[in-house]
């Protein structure tokens, strides 16, 4: 297991070169300059050529792209994410004071949605042909079906308007301001788990072990879960894994649709004013986190399932 696990961390290293080199290369091209957008709001409409090249200058954008790259890579190499061209900020501190927002708008949204879907598909499974069954699948196909965005303006309005129930935006460092923003971004998530559930209990019922312990006068209680649902939870465990990056990624969505301060509202901000050193911070510590949790869901294949050996 320590093996596997050193050898898995190792693996982030090139992947993250490889991300970083991909990313940096893209903003350098994209057309805009984000020396123009600082300049003019230094000068207050007296923004003039020589502010924008002093600008330039400053932040090394006139140096060759390569240049700039192994620069950002050794201020990476020492944990320093650079300064924002925007405001002016070290993004290290501006990240610690955004990433525990986002990070508890995922945690929840995940949470939600693994108790939500597993316990959905369980009982859609458990009765199959019936009007559970048939219930929780309508709800499970909604889910996919709607975007987030969609979804998180129609809660935001019914419930933070309207019925004036929920706060409709923004932050106060309480937790009941991310209980919408996580219903949004968890439901989808929840629906496609409840159809991996359901699909995959359906496929152990059949197998011949859980008819030799039914034959064994088991209770059907311990049936369902020590040998159909734990049987079952591999493919779940794996869609959860790999939709956990479906979520971080649209933190970037419900973030900007309930005005939560967040990694996601960053990336938002920065494109829009071409601000390269927080795309890049913002990018990096979602590319990071989709990671952690793939690192996370490989090593729980083996105590969920004993025949999974790591070497």
């Not at 020396?35 to 060759?64: C, I, T, Y």
């Not at 309480?174 to 439901?187: A, D, H, K, N």
């Not at 998530?189 to 409840?194: D, P, R, S």
């Not at 990096?284 to 996370?296: D, M, R």
């Amino acid at each position: 297991m320590i093996t596997f696990f050193t050898r898995r961390f190792l693996q982030f290293i090139p992947t993250i070169l490889a991300v970083t080199l991909i990313v940096f290369v893209l903003l350098s091209v994209l057309p805009g300059d984000a020396a123009f957008f600082r300049a003019a709001g230094v000068k207050r409409g007296q923004m003039n050529e020589e502010a924008v090249q002093q600008l330039r200058e400053q932040w090394g954008l006139n140096d060759p792209i390569y240049v700039r790259y192994f620069d950002f890579l050794k201020d990476l190499v020492r944990g320093d994410l650079g300064e924002s061209f925007r405001t002016g900020e070290n993004l290290n501190s501006v990240l610690a004071q955004r990433i525990p927002i986002t990070l508890k708008l995922v945690g929840f949204s995940i949470l939600l949605a693994v108790i939500g879907g597993v316990g959905l598909g369980f009982f859609a499974a458990v009765n199959k042909g019936t009007l559970i069954d048939l219930g929780s699948m309508i709800v499970a196909i909604t889910g996919i079906s709607i975007p987030v965005f969609w979804s998180g303006t129609m809660l935001l309005l019914l419930v933070g308007v309207y019925w004036n129930l929920l706060p409709a935006g923004g932050y106060d460092g309480t937790l009941i301001c991310l209980i919408l923003p996580s219903v949004t971004l968890g439901f989808r998530y929840m629906a496609l788990i409840a159809r991996t559930t359901r699909s995959s209990m359906l496929e152990v019922m059949n197998r011949d072990y859980v008819r030799t312990a039914r034959s064994k006068g088991l209770m059907e209680r311990v049936v369902r879960t020590k040998h159909i649902f734990r049987n079952a939870l591999i493919p779940i465990l794996t869609i959860i894994g790999l939709e956990s990056g479906w979520i971080l990624a649209n933190t970037v969505v419900i973030e900007k649709v309930f005005s939560l301060p967040g990694i996601g509202q960053l990336l938002i901000i920065s494109i829009y004013s071409r601000d390269i050193p927080a795309e890049q911070a913002g990018i990096l510590i979602i590319v990071l986190g989709f990671l952690i949790l793939n690192l996370v869901v490989d090593l729980m294949y083996g105590f969920l399932d004993p025949r999974i050996r790591y070497s």
